[in-house]
């Protein structure tokens, strides 16, 4: 296993910044990356940050963590949170833990966000606390 940590992040996340900042905040995810590097330095780890507004990435980048020795993957799936079986199932089919990771809280937020299949097959979930979901997530997985 590698020091890697793999933080995936899915549709519309690459307009962070400017998308709904009074839902999401004002950090970019330029911004989020590098919080991530401080903190992943401090903790002994490596991030590697991507993000896709297609499925079918998400999906592979998952495979790729486990066939790459990631030592957790970070996952904010966006909108395919609440609708992606697929994703569901490439969390259930690697060995890699995958933690799920939010800005806002979706559980307080409309009903069609209530659901997370994503949440089903993750072993742990940082959600409300904006661009600190991410750090908090990271060093949950530090500790795994
Ligand atoms: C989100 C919450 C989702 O419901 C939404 O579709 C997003 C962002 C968040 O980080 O709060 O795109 O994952």
Redesign the pocket.
Known sequence: MTNTIYVLNG???NLLGMREPEI?GTDTLDDIAGMLEDRGRELGLDIDMRQSNHEGHLVDWLHEAQAEGAKAVLL?A??Y??TSIALHDAIKSIRTPVIEV???D?ET?EPF?HISYVGMAAVDCVKGLGAQSYVVALEKAAAL
């Open positions: 549709p519309n996340l999401y904010n966006g909108a949170t609440h939010h800005l806002s979706p937020r966000r």
